[in-house]
Nanobody, 129 residues
Framework: QVHLVESGGGSVQAGGSLRLSCVASGYTYWDYVSNTMAWFRQAPGKKREGVARIYPRTGATDYADSVTGRFTIHQDSAKNTVYLQMNSLKPEDDGMYYC???????????????????WGQGTQVTVSS
């Protein structure tokens, strides 16, 4: 069983930065179990949307168009941790941010919630204008 714990959310003014962390536990070999790690976000009344993903084995990444150039996803395999560095934050970045893990090699696109087996509890990000 994979367990994901997010942290790092908070309140920030537009133009500011935050770094979110997601610590994964419950398995021994990070690079050989997790196919994709991703960050999603969900604003009140809206669907959960994919923000960024990383292949732990190679470090390859993908981003939603809305965050490209502002957000960076990266990992520390030694700590079983995935980070989301968020710069130049905008009010539309507001929402609950979730970490997700796909340990089954699903064929769903990375930005679809159906791909992921495991989810964290979320961390709130609030951006004021």
């Amino acid at each position: 069983q994979v367990h994901l714990v997010e942290s790092g959310g908070g309140s920030v003014q537009a133009g500011g930065s935050l770094r979110l962390s997601c610590v994964a536990s419950g398995y021994t070999y990070w690079d050989y179990v997790s196919n994709t790690m991703a960050w999603f976000r969900q604003a009140p009344g809206k669907k959960r949307e994919g923000v960024a993903r990383i292949y732990p084995r190679t470090g390859a990444t993908d981003y939603a168009d809305s965050v490209t150039g502002r957000f960076t996803i990266h990992q520390d395999s030694a700590k079983n941790t995935v980070y989301l560095q968020m710069n130049s934050l905008k009010p539309e970045d507001d929402g609950m941010y979730y970490c997700a893990a796909d340990a089954s090699g699903s064929n769903w696109p990375w930005y679809r919630v159906e791909r992921y087996n495991y989810w964290g509890q979320g961390t709130q990000v609030t951006v004021s204008s």
